[in-house]
Nanobody
């Protein structure tokens, strides 16, 4: 079994910063990619940022230049540094990891429980 635990959400004023963390644990052989998605009320879940093995990263246009994704592979942890936050960044942020499992070698996607980020104007 694989678990993802997120932390770091909260309430912040526009222009402020938050740092999200997501730690993966369990029966993990390797992690191909880790990323962050978000879902605002009444909207579909959307990609925010992703980090793949080898250091490749990708960002949604709406967060480029403001958010930075990073990984600590030794800790199976991904971070999202969010600066210059805007009210439209308000959403539940979910962590996702593409994990190759020890028990069967299969590649599977796992999600965290989500953490609320609220940006006040």
């Amino acid at each position: 079994q694989v678990q993802l635990v997120e932390s770091g959400g909260g309430l912040v004023q526009a222009g402020g910063s938050l740092r999200l963390s997501c730690a993966a644990s369990g029966s993990i052989f390797s992690i191909n990619a880790m990323g962050w998605y978000r879902q605002a009320p009444g909207k579909q879940r959307e990609l925010v940022a992703v980090s793949r093995s080898g250091g490749w990263t990708n960002y949604a246009d709406s967060v480029k230049g403001r958010f930075t994704i990073s990984r600590d592979n030794a800790k199976n942890t991904v971070y999202l540094q969010m600066n210059s936050l805007k009210p439209e960044d308000t959403a539940v942020y979910f962590c996702k990891a593409d994990v190759r499992r020890v028990r069967d070698g299969a590649l599977a996607a796992y999600w965290g429980q989500g953490t609320q980020v609220t940006v006040s104007s």
